[in-house]
């Protein structure tokens, strides 16, 4: 009888979502509580839980890494499912008081809440939609979002074995080599692991969902206590949530390159540029952790500015709010150490803007200083572990090696649009031939105008209306015009600030530009808030029987048109980035390769072949399967199912040591073990098992050496033999 992976997956997706609960949820409700952080007792049962969330993100991760290291990953499990009961007593108090004092307790729902719980309701269900496997008989088709979260499922499935510091679960050369890299996210998928004894995978997948729900919760907070949405607050967090659908004009640009270009579809539509800014959607399912660094600097933000506000001005406030700030920004620094550090840098300048232009209370400057000073001292063990290791703290991707040495940062113009077909042309044909460095940099400068325009597509519509009075004002005779309010300044002074940070400073500890990439979500975000409240005014306006100044009826079009696109972008995308694997096969059979019909089929008996080699070997085994290529779909695959130490993952240069360890060890096992999947005896497999301490190999029918009846594959003792899948013993 064939096994239903799909709805297994789903179903424990689903649970793992509610284990968060007392991760994200009771830890931030009981820091609120005796906080009581801008009069959180006071508030609403909704408004409590936006606080909650966010400070949760703030305090759990820091907590389970100090906790994890120092005691056990088991004691800050334990520690933080004891938030459950008491945040429940809590509620519990509260309702027993409201009762005997015959007031009902402020929940705080109506008049949009139903909608809202439909959003969040819809939210889970696109997460499940988007990353579970989706079986068709014994074919699986994964997400292509896939290719990163292996490894992130593999770094979660370390940190459950070995605890804090993770062990690199991809490369194994004479010993466990620490993780080298920003692995927060992972210990607490880990502890929620550990406590409700679900999968990794599941875990990491409902994690996207948390990492949306923070998001939301974040946009809430900032459009009550930042903006002060005041009566139109539910309305324009519903715009928000709306907006956070809404990218650039990705889909044109993949128009013109198949259409003009003739170029192929790509499996993600934002891949038409080289170093994308990319949109919400996608930044929640690729990569949550860095959205989750990005609440965290802004949570720590609202804190800072509402210092000077606080309700209780005391020292005890002004303590809490930078132990708060201080937890938040550690945490974000361990989530996302890119996204931390632009907004280090925007803080810089944002920091002197307020002080020496805007000549505000340096009450906000002093209180985000100090608070980033304690997380200074509370990242000083994160610290020294990547002080003690070979320096790469990137790893944020996989699909290379990896750096292990030098910067981590450089200067350089980020490359969006290829700059090949502009150097082909005057002047730049003849610099190109002196100075093909400076021509290449002039070329991609020229080319970030074009690339900005279609990457921001509706939000850059938007940034213009601020930035240009005529534009936002109405000038008629006898109007007043409204000046930007402080709020509204600082966002614009970050996006601006922004801009040029992401267009001339890169990471270079992988292929990627992963700090462009990251840190450009530090403007999206205010450039989402300014379009809520942009949308929410002029709706506000529109229904009075004012006529409309000249410019705001041809805007008013420009936005609807690029916002029309900007929905339709990050649908195809859903669409696409779903079905990239079942496209891909769709191909190969239109092609008659003989790959046709691999992915799917690898993917279903490698689920169930480690499935049945992870109840058959204890949890600290050393596995081995098939090397390849980084990028490869099927290395995807062996990675996210393995759930064991692997010696190495690709046979490329590193092997897989960009997340830690010796690269030294490489060669030799370049040499050993890869040829093992082509053809080998049991002997040569004995032989490489004990020189790199592999103790078993796992094979399957897409191994040449699976077809060799002399090949170790039918020779050594099996541990695990399904009909295409088999595990050996090699000790």
């Not at 080599?177 to 880990?190: E, I, T």
């Not at 074009?450 to 509706?458: A, K, L």
């Not at 529109?542 to 990050?570: C, E």
């Not at 370049?670 to 497999?685: K, M, N, S």
């Amino acid at each position: 009888m064939t096994q239903n992976i799909t709805v297994q997956e789903v179903i424990a997706t689903l649970w793992a979502v509610l284990a968060f609960i007392p991760v994200f949820v009771c830890t931030g409700y009981l820091t609120g509580w005796c906080s009581d952080v801008l009069g959180f007792r006071q508030r609403s049962l909704i408004e409590r839980l936006f606080w909650s969330i966010p400070l949760s993100f703030a305090v759990a991760a820091i907590f389970a890494i100090l906790i994890g290291k120092f005691i056990s990953l088991s004691a800050a499990s334990f520690l933080i499912l004891a938030t459950a009961p008491l945040c429940l007593g809590l509620l519990v108090r509260e309702w027993s008081q409201s009762r005997r004092s015959e007031r009902p307790l402020n929940i705080g729902l109506r008049p949009l809440g139903p909608t809202a719980i439909l959003i969040a309701l819809f939210w889970i269900a696109l997460v499940v939609v988007s990353l579970v496997d989706i079986q068709k008989g014994t074919n699986l088709y994964a997400s292509l979002f896939s290719l990163d979260h292996s490894a992130r499922v593999a770094w979660t499935a370390s940190a459950l074995r070995t605890g804090v510091p993770p062990d690199n679960p991809l490369y194994y050369f004479r010993q466990p080599a620490p993780l080298r890299n920003y692995y927060f996210w992972y210990v607490v998928c880990a502890v929620v692991s550990r406590f409700s004894g679900l999968p990794a995978r599941a875990v990491m997948t409902a994690s996207c969902a948390w990492s949306g729900f923070a998001l939301a919760a974040v946009i809430g907070l900032y459009l009550k206590h930042f903006l002060h949405a005041g009566a139109r607050l539910r309305k324009q967090f519903l715009i928000a949530i709306g907006l956070l659908c809404v990218t650039g004009l990705d889909i044109c640009a993949n128009a013109v390159d198949i259409l003009i270009l003739h170029k192929p579809l790509t499996m993600d539509l934002e891949w038409w540029s080289v170093e994308s800014v990319y949109s919400w959607y996608s930044s929640l399912f690729w990569v949550p952790h860095h959205v989750a660094g990005l609440v965290c600097c802004f949570f720590a933000f609202l804190l800072a500015w509402n210092a000077p506000s606080s309700p209780n001005p005391a020292r005890a406030t002004f303590i809490a709010n930078v132990i708060l700030i201080g937890a938040a920004l550690a945490s974000s620094f361990g989530y996302s150490i890119f996204v931390t550090f632009g907004f280090f840098l925007v803080m810089l300048a944002w920091a002197a803007w307020q002080l020496l232009i805007e000549r505000n209370s340096p009450r906000s400057v002093v209180t985000i200083a100090a608070g980033g000073i304690l997380s200074l001292v509370l990242l000083v063990p994160f610290l020294l572990e990547l002080a003690h290791n070979q320096a790469n703290p990137g790893g944020g991707s996989v699909s290379g090696g990896g750096s292990a040495a030098g910067h981590l940062f450089t200067l350089a113009v980020r490359e969006m649009i290829p700059p090949e077909p502009l150097l082909q042309h005057e002047p730049l044909r003849q610099l190109a031939i002196a100075h093909p460095q400076s021509a290449r940099n002039i070329a991609k400068l020229i080319l970030l105008v074009p690339s900005y325009i279609i990457e921001f597509g509706f939000y850059l519509v938007v940034l213009l209306i601020y930035l240009i009075p005529s534009w936002r004002a109405d000038r008629r005779p006898g109007r007043n015009r409204t000046p930007l309010t402080p709020a509204q300044r600082s966002l614009l002074f970050i996006v601006l600030v922004t801009l040029p940070i992401i267009s001339f400073v890169r990471s270079t500890v992988l292929k990627g530009n992963d700090f462009g990439w990251r840190a450009a979500m530090i403007l999206q975000l205010p450039l989402l808030l300014l379009a809520s409240e942009l949308i929410a005014a002029w709706g506000a306006e529109s229904r009075t029987a004012v006529a409309p100044p000249p410019l705001r009826r041809p805007l008013h079009a420009l936005l609807q048109l690029t916002l029309l696109i900007g929905l339709i972008s990050t649908a195809s995308n859903i669409f696409m980035v779903r079905f990239a694997f079942p496209l891909v096969e769709s191909g190969y059979r239109a092609q008659k390769s003989p790959l046709a019909g691999s992915l799917a089929h690898n993917a279903y008996i490698s689920w169930l072949g480690y499935d049945h080699l992870d109840r058959a070997i204890p949890p600290d085994a050393i596995v081995q399967f098939a090397p390849l290529e980084p990028g490869m779909l099927q290395s995807s695959i062996q990675a996210e199912d393995v759930n064991h130490q692997v010696a190495m993952q690709f046979d490329a240069d590193g092997c897989g040591v960009g997340a830690g360890g010796d690269p030294t060890g490489c060669p030799a096992m370049r040499a050993d073990i890869p040829p093992l999947f082509r053809y080998g005896t049991a002997q040569q497999a004995l032989a490489a098992c004990r020189k790199h301490s592999i103790q078993y190999l796992a094979a399957n029918i897409y191994d040449p050496a699976w077809h060799d009846p002399a090949s170790w594959v039918w020779k050594l003792n099996p541990v695990v033999a399904d009909p295409e899948f088999r595990a050996l013993d090699c000790r």
